[in-house]
């Protein structure tokens, strides 16, 4: 049962260009959603984040779209460096949470390289 | 200075042993996590603990068993070890979530690569 999905496993890009990254979920009580990003042998790190109130957060090179009616999400890098080259996970997290620990459900991850 | 941090990096293991993974923050945070990701990538949280009480137990056999002697240790035993033990292990650790925060967001460990042999 896949709750967070990102269906394409592998995006090539010309450096300079735009990248988007998909992930579709379908928990409706998802209300905060995140990206992360992944260099091999290390542990995801987290990039950028938007709550359910919100339909774009943006940060530097960096910008988040959501559609909730959609149960839609996108990741947009502009423009696009080889140091963005790496495994981008999405992940959401429901309001259900209130032991003040939170569950992130995780996507399968989007392989991204920005060719030179 | 590293904020999370496991040991060991590789561990090799035959069927039947028992083996530890250690996990430290020097974040100040609340909350600790284990995340598996397995063979088919996935990132699926096996244990989460808060003030170094069990919030979050999935559906994990029992012979994984999480320990957490203060806040800012979550380790992770695991008795009889199995083929399909094998996987990568990711120590986690977060504040504990405020609604009106507007950017939250776990720190990951490396990752402890478990090969079962």
């Known amino acids: 049962d896949q709750q967070v999905k990102q269906n394409s496993p592998s995006l090539s890009v010309q450096e300079g260009r735009i990248s988007i990254l998909n992930c579709d979920y379908t928990?409706?009580?998802?209300?905060?959603f995140l990206w992360y990003k992944k260099y091999p042998a290390e542990g995801p790190t987290f990039l950028i984040s938007?709550?359910?109130?919100?339909d774009k957060n943006e940060d530097g090179r960096f910008t988040v779209f959501l559609n909730k009616s959609a149960k839609h999400l996108s990741l947009h890098i502009v423009p696009s460096q080889p140091g963005d080259s790496a495994v981008y996970f999405c992940?959401?997290?429901?309001?259900?949470?209130?032991?003040?620990?939170?569950?992130?459900?995780f996507g399968k991850g989007t392989k991204l390289s920005v060719i030179p | 200075d590293t904020a999370v941090s496991q040991t060991p990096k590789y561990l090799v293991t035959q069927m039947g042993n028992d083996k530890s993974i250690k996990c430290e923050q020097n974040?100040?945070?609340?909350?600790m996590y284990w995340y598996k990701q397995d063979s088919k990538k996935f990132l699926k949280i096996m244990f989460s603990y808060n003030n170094k009480e069990l919030i979050i137990n999935e559906t994990v056999p029992n012979r994984f068993s999480p320990k957490s002697p203060d806040k800012a240790h979550l380790n992770l035993h695991i008795n009889s070890l199995e083929l399909g033990d094998s996987a990568v292990y990711f120590c986690a650790s977060s504040p504990t979530r405020d609604r009106s925060s507007y950017n939250y967001g776990y720190t990951f460990g490396s990752g402890t690569r478990l090969t079962v042999v």
């Open positions: 992940a959401a997290s429901a309001r259900n949470s209130g032991a003040g620990s939170y569950q992130l459900t």
């Open positions: 974040l100040g945070h609340d909350t």
């Open positions: 928990n409706s009580m998802f209300d905060y």
């Open positions: 938007i709550s359910s109130i919100k």
